[in-house]
């Protein structure tokens, strides 16, 4: 079962990334060229919001069984452990719940909110992904 869960989590990181990608530059577009919001933007900031929850609900699974999740005093002492007991969690909790906040601003019909709460959520979660080339946590592309 786990790992199912983490190569779906690790592949839908992509969708999800992608979506707020788009969403960031179609905010942006509509904030620059003072346009005001159509449904295809309250469907894009959807999309990525039924995507991004998704990732979570299958991060909180991850989080209940994976062995790189532990509750120790050698926890904070180990930077692998660490990053995924605390730190990916926290961050990427933080970055749903803008976007969340974010997809409420575009229902209300406001690009410049929905841009900075989307642009804040994207760089922290590019932050908090484990990518490769951070050798310490033993992550891969997929």
């Known amino acids: ?4 869960l983490l190569h779906a989590h690790s592949g839908l990181r992509w969708i999800v990334l ?11 577009k509509g904030y620059a060229g003072n346009k005001a919001v159509g449904p295809m933007d309250k469907k894009l900031s959807l999309f ?18 994976s062995p790189k999740v532990q509750f120790s005093s050698a926890t904070m002492a180990n930077s692998q452990l660490r990053f995924f007991t605390m730190e990916h969690t926290l961050m990427m909790l933080i970055a749903v719940i803008l976007i969340t906040i974010g ?8 690009f ?3 841009f900075w709460y989307y642009f804040i959520a994207l760089v922290i979660i ?3 992904i484990p990518w490769p080339f951070r ?8």
Do not use: C, D
Not at 1 to 4: A, C, E, H, I, L
Not at 48 to 62: D, K, R, S
Not at 135 to 142: A, E, H, K, R
């Open 126 to 128: 590019l932050a908090a």
């Open 1 to 4: 079962m786990y790992p199912g």
């Open 18 to 28: 992608l979506l707020i990608i788009i969403n960031v530059f179609n905010a942006l």
């Open 48 to 65: 990525a919001l039924i995507f991004t929850h998704t990732q979570v609900l299958i991060g909180l699974g991850l989080y209940a069984i």
């Open 112 to 114: 410049k909110k929905e």
């Open 103 to 110: 997809h409420g601003a575009v229902k209300r019909g406001s």
């Open 135 to 142: 050798t310490m946590l033993g992550s891969g592309w997929f």
